[in-house]
């Protein structure tokens, strides 16, 4: 069956780095764009990058989080670097067989999300 597991989240300072990865299984990762959003509390789940053969960002992480994948080992990443205490979320993986998009229901498989939370 379909799996998109994410890891490597977790506290970290302002100014600090994180990276996120998404192992996926159970369809052919490279025929997917992939994408990463995140949910604060209280708000809605929201883009953050995504990537096919090009990629695609927020403007809110533009220049500090870069999305990468490496299709041999259906894995898709996000490096997080100078982090912000609004980054706060727990961020998603999903995957889209229609193409990068900014909107959730263009993504067909989600993963179940690892927190990210950013202190001041």
């Known amino acids: 069956q379909v799996q998109l597991v994410e890891s490597g989240g977790g506290l970290v300072q302002a100014g600090g780095s994180l990276r996120l990865s998404c192992k996926a299984s159970g369809f052919t990762f490279s025929s997917y764009a992939m994408g990463w959003f995140r949910q604060a509390p209280g708000k809605e789940r929201e883009f953050v990058a995504a990537i096919r053969r090009s990629t695609y960002y927020a403007d809110s992480v533009w220049g500090r989080f870069t999305i990468s994948r490496d299709n041999a080992k259906n894995t898709v990443y996000l490096q997080m670097d100078s982090l912000k205490p609004e980054d706060t979320a727990v961020y998603y993986c999903?995957?889209?067989?229609?193409?990068?998009?900014?909107?959730?229901?263009?993504?067909?498989?989600w993963g179940q999300g690892t927190q990210v939370t950013v202190s001041s």
């Open positions: 999903a995957a889209s067989n229609s193409g990068s998009s900014t909107y959730t229901d263009k993504y067909n498989y």
